[in-house]
């Protein structure tokens, strides 16, 4: 009897992120082993998929340092690769980046960071309303000299 295979991820590049379900995308995000495999997973499949928006609020709220890291890398994902979305989509993510800054995770804080950067180097725009989001957060002046 040969072992079960649980890799989710074998394979992956014949995965069409439009076939994957909701149900589908979260057992996947729950078997990520590393930060090197949600990022690829995230950037390569999940950006793709018509619950990436969803899954970026869901998982960001999540016990699982590796979930919420996806959360942010798909953030990232979106503002660096989908240009038919909205400003206003991004300025939805604000308030969870915001609250993402206090991550202490260190996984998760450096996609928190990679996130803002993404978000800002979209348009004029969203640069100047990044920046402005920051001014008002004193306790992240650190923040602002990474974006």
Known sequence: MQPKDDNPLRGYTDIDAEDLSEAQ?????????????CDRICREIFVANRWALHKTIEWSTEASPLMRRAAFVLMAA???????????????????????LAEEDPLVSEAVIAAWRAIARRNGTLRLRVEAQLAGMKDHADIRKKI
């Open 25 to 37: 995308l979260d057992r996947i995000a729950e078997r990520f082993a590393t930060p090197q495999e």
């Open 78 to 100: 979106l503002a660096e690769g989908e240009n038919s979305l909205r400003n206003q989509i991004f300025y939805a993510f604000l308030p969870i980046l915001e609250r993402g």
